[in-house]
Nanobody, 126 residues
Framework: VQLQASGGGLVQAGGSLRLSCAASGRTFSSGVMGWFRQALGEEREFVAAIRWGDQITSYADSVKGRFAISRDNAKNTVYLQMNSLKPEDTAVYYC????????????????????WGQGTEVTVSS
């Protein structure tokens, strides 16, 4: 399985970006896709996740109301729409995939994911 993340870039505070994560090598009809981020000198943290089957979503408190995760089954792709971006959103964003379904609390844990993409950098200027 390969995960290809894209869509990062430089944006001013208040702006928007949409990240994409295309999965290849396997069709996900169940399981979970998630986004995590890691700022320079910080630990990797959960951002958002979505279950393929029932589209249940989970968000970190810091992005609720600003970010939205969605998926396109036909394209085997997950998106992260990021609005009202803040300088503190600056980080490398990683997409991750888990093959099996899991409860919401598990969706927020990096160790529950089986595959990881290479990361895409997001920089928000003030």
């Amino acid at each position: 399985v390969q995960l290809q993340a894209s869509g990062g870039g430089l944006v001013q505070a208040g702006g928007s970006l949409r990240l994409s994560c295309a999965a290849s090598g396997r069709t996900f009809s169940s399981g979970v896709m998630g986004w995590f981020r890691q700022a320079l000198g910080e630990e990797r943290e959960f951002v958002a996740a979505i279950r393929w089957g029932d589209q249940i979503t989970s968000y970190a408190d810091s992005v609720k109301g600003r970010f939205a995760i969605s998926r396109d089954n036909a394209k085997n792709t997950v998106y992260l729409q990021m609005n009202s971006l803040k300088p503190e959103d600056t980080a490398v964003y990683y997409c991750a995939a888990r093959v099996q379904r899991i409860v919401i609390t598990g969706m927020q844990q990096a160790r529950q994911y089986d595959y990881w993409g290479q990361g895409t950098e997001v920089t928000v200027s003030s």
